[in-house]
C-alpha cells in the first residue's frame, strides 16, 4: 500500500496509482486525455514536458504478453492516435517511448515528445532520465507549465 495525497488535499492508500488513475479514484492535474474501453491516457505533470502522456491500461497487469488479443489491438490504435495528436496539434517530430515491465504500477507506457534541448543530455535511452529530471526540478514553473497545460487541453480536444 503507498498513501496518496489528492488534490483536495486528502490522503488516501491506494495498492497501485495505475489502478486509482484509471479507475478515476485519483484524478490526474490536468485532467484525463483520452479513455477508451481498455485504456486510459494522461499527463504527468510531475514531469512538465509539453505533449507528453502516460497511457496505461485499465486492467492491473505488468507485461506485454498479458494483453488480451482485444488489448493489443487497441494498445497500438491508440498509442498511434495519441502520436498523431501529437504530431498534428502539437508539432512533436519525434517520440521516445518507454516502458518497463517491473514496475510498482501496471502496464503503462510513456510518451516522451524529443524537444532541440534535450539532446544535450544525449540522444538515446541514456538521455531518458537525465531529462525528466531537469523538467521537473528545472521547468516547474510560470510559462513552460501554461503551455503544458494548454498542450494537455489540445490533445484532449483533438482525441475527444
Ligand atoms: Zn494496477
Redesign the pocket.
Known amino acids: 500500500m503507498r498513501q496518496i495525497t489528492l488534490s483536495n488535499g486528502k490522503k488516501v492508500e491506494v495498492?497501485?496509482?495505475?489502478?486509482?488513475l484509471?479507475s478515476g479514484l485519483i484524478e490526474p492535474d490536468g485532467g484525463v486525455v483520452l479513455e477508451t474501453e481498455h485504456f486510459h491516457a494522461h499527463q504527468d505533470v510531475a514531469y512538465p514536458i509539453k505533449g507528453l502522456i502516460i497511457l496505461?491500461?485499465k486492467?492491473?497487469?505488468k507485461c506485454l504478453d498479458e494483453l488480451t488479443e482485444e488489448e493489443q489491438l487497441e494498445y497500438i490504435q491508440v498509442l498511434s492516435r495519441i502520436r498523431k495528436a501529437q504530431r498534428d496539434v502539437l508539432g512533436i517530430e519525434y517520440v521516445y517511448y518507454f516502458y518497463n515491465e517491473d514496475t510498482s504500477?501496471?502496464?503503462h507506457t510513456w510518451m516522451v515528445p524529443r524537444y532541440d534541448w534535450m539532446y544535450e543530455f544525449g540522444r538515446s535511452v541514456e538521455s531518458v532520465r537525465p531529462v525528466l529530471l531537469h523538467a521537473r526540478n528545472n521547468m516547474n514553473a510560470g510559462e513552460n507549465v501554461e503551455q503544458v497545460m494548454e498542450a494537455i487541453e489540445a490533445l484532449r480536444r483533438e482525441l475527444g
Open positions: 495498492e497501485c496509482l495505475s489502478c486509482a484509471t496505461a491500461s486492467r492491473h497487469i504500477h501496471h502496464f
